[in-house]
């Protein structure tokens, strides 16, 4: 007996992520939370340089600036809510002092400029399509920063202009790093801010454009179709009903991990784990012999593992 739909999946033969690959993602939280695994097994990855990006323009504009060596100055900051923002990127940026923030921005935008040369794989997570555009510069932004909607413009991009940004993003990432593996997915996380319809038809948005794009080294990978078919249920969502749970997370990394990471990998991947719990172990007497044992142990198993990755830290 069957008790739900599965979607199919084919594990790739080439271009699978390793412990020698470079993995960079951007895009809105779902990228975090897929992020933080490959964090936590200790593979080699950097995420949203920017902070969390919602929409593809954000992504776009991050990686152009990246590409042609932006220079942030004071005229892209602007003070309000007792902080310093800037429109191209999320409020994790933001500081109490303007010169602080434009060199963060600096740093992060040359950053994000050898990540993109250096990648082997590039995970784009998309959100939303839709935009805010703020009315004295109809400029495209990043982030709000909580100033007054009056400000802005709200905006849904159409297919065709999302098609066409994604095109900009893959054709920006080939100029610099031609072999690099691009893969595209949708965020499984409702953003009902927007109307419970006008997510849906963002979604659509997101999705048509995606698909119009993928072919020669990009991909589709399906986390909002797991979410919302295989995990058609309110126990795996968090308590807003809006964000995956835990479990949901999990499983779909679990079949991310089946698609786009080399079986070699998991070897490595349970060592890893193994040592991630060891040092999160709570003895009940820190002091006897036999904690003192496991915690030798466990030394070995981490100078043993960071003799082979030496970008291993822990």
Not at 266 to 277: E, G, L, P, R
């Amino acid at each position: 007996m069957k008790l739900k739909t599965e979607i199919p999946f084919v594990s790739n033969e080439i271009g699978l992520v390793d412990y020698s690959s470079e993995v960079l993602l951007f895009g809105s939280c779902f990228s975090e939370n897929i992020g933080e695994k490959l964090e936590y097994f200790k593979f080699k990855s950097h995420q949203n340089p920017f902070g969390i990006l919602f929409h593809p323009q954000a992504i776009y504009n991050l990686i152009e600036n990246a590409i042609q060596h932006k220079i942030y100055t004071e005229s892209d900051v602007f003070f309000h809510n007792e902080q310093w923002h800037c429109f191209d990127a999320h409020s994790k940026l933001s500081h109490s002092s303007k010169t602080n923030l434009i060199n963060q921005l600096n740093t992060q935008v040359v950053a994000t400029g050898n990540y993109v040369k250096n990648a082997s794989h590039i995970i784009i997570t998309l959100g939303t399509a839709w935009v805010y555009s703020f009315t004295e510069s109809d400029n495209v932004v990043a982030n709000c920063h909580k100033v007054s909607q009056k400000q802005f413009k709200k905006v849904l991009l159409s297919v065709d202009e999302i098609s066409n940004t994604l095109r900009n993003i893959l054709t920006q990432i080939r100029s610099v790093n031609y072999n690099a593996t691009v893969i595209f997915t949708v965020s499984p996380v409702r953003h009902l801010k927007d109307g419970f319809i006008e997510n849906s038809q963002s979604k659509a948005h997101l999705l048509a454009a995606i698909h119009a794009v993928v072919s020669n080294k990009s991909y589709y990978f399906p986390s909002y179709e797991i979410m919302m078919d295989e995990l058609r249920d309110y126990r795996f969502y968090a308590e807003d009903m809006i964000h995956p749970n835990t479990t949901a997370i999990n499983y779909i990394w679990e079949k991310f991990q089946k698609v786009w990471l080399s079986p070699d990998t998991s070897k490595i991947m349970n060592k890893v784990d193994v040592v991630q719990k060891g040092m999160k172990h709570k003895p009940f007497n820190p002091s006897s012999e036999a904690h003192l044992k496991f915690l030798k142990q466990l030394e070995i198993k981490k100078e043993q593992l960071q003799n082979q990755f030496a970008h291993m830290v822990f």
